[in-house]
């Protein structure tokens, strides 16, 4: 039997489609069509959207902060399929998201995960040694920068909330939101 | 819900022979429950074909990396079902 790690991941991802399809799980049409939806509407602009909505409006921060779900339906992003919790860097605190057993990600809010968030080199380096990890993504925190790290390992999911760029009091949030990037919301960068 | 937060808590250093979303390295180790998350099916169960699953509370839980690797100054916070845990 030829072991599954030497496929490449779209000849892997395809084996397991066949096996649902074989199962009579699934169609070749209906996984079409499951994919195109969520893909039709999953993007790192609303997570964006959500973080700069958080900067400029206390009342939503907290919403956001507390209860995601309720925070991302008053976005218009609402029935997320799974619970959302969004945690706030700050001068001295720096989260950052993995999912050491596989992948899990917020996808309807950040859109489809990059390659390198499934790589084993992040899910097992980041909870090991996170400052080298987010150094080699350019970012570089001070010492005095304390890093939280959250583990994706059940059906909640997780997104970062950055801290607010000095010098940004005059953007709307439309301009705010343009600022923030999807690594930003993963934690693997500053905005 | 049994552990609320600011609770000590320690994961059970067991090897099961079946699928399970207990992190190796965090089994056995201490940490504190920092959130209680929801009730949701347990992995072990759906991922055996077990109908229904047993529901359980699921704990967001902060390791210290000094205790998880030996050295490091972060902390790591793992999701747990509650019968991964054990008063430490």
Not at chain 1, 45 to 59: E, H, I, K, S
Not at chain 1, 66 to 95: P, W
Not at chain 1, 159 to 182: C, E, H, I, K
Request: glycine fraction near 8%.
């Amino acid at each position: 039997m030829t072991g599954h790690d030497d496929l490449p991941a779209a000849a892997r991802a395809r084996r397991l489609e066949e096996r649902l399809i074989a199962a009579g799980l699934a169609t070749d049409d209906e996984l079409d069509e499951f994919l195109t939806k969520l893909y039709a509407s999953a993007s790192p602009v609303n997570g964006a959207l959500m973080a700069a909505r958080a900067w400029t409006d206390p009342r939503y921060r907290d919403l956001l902060l507390s209860d995601g779900n309720a925070a991302a339906a008053e976005a218009g992003f609402g029935a997320l399929s799974y619970q959302l919790r969004v945690v706030a860097n700050t001068d001295q605190m720096h989260n950052v998201i993995v999912c050491t057993l596989c992948s899990c990600y917020p996808v309807s809010l950040l859109g489809p995960s990059p390659g390198w968030y499934k790589s084993f080199a992040y899910r097992s380096r980041t909870v090991r040694e996170p400052r080298a990890v987010l150094a080699e993504f350019g970012t570089m925190l001070p010492d005095t920068v304390r890093i939280s790290v959250w583990d994706s390992t059940s059906e909640a999911r997780y997104m970062v909330l950055p801290v607010r760029p000095a010098g940004t009091g005059a953007l709307d949030t439309g301009q705010l939101a343009a600022l923030v990037t999807r690594n930003g919301l993963i934690g693997t960068a500053l905005v | 819900m049994t552990y609320l937060a600011g609770t000590r808590v320690r994961v059970r250093a067991v090897d099961p022979d079946h699928h399970t979303r207990m992190p190796r390295y965090v089994r056995g180790q201490a940490g504190e429950v920092v959130a209680v998350l929801g009730r949701w099916p347990l992995p072990e169960d759906s991922a055996s074909g077990i109908t229904p699953p047993r529901v359980q509370t699921c704990y967001a839980v902060r390791f210290s990396a000094a205790d998880l690797w030996g050295s490091g100054d972060h902390t790591v916070t793992v999701d747990l079902w509650e019968s991964y845990l054990d008063r430490p």
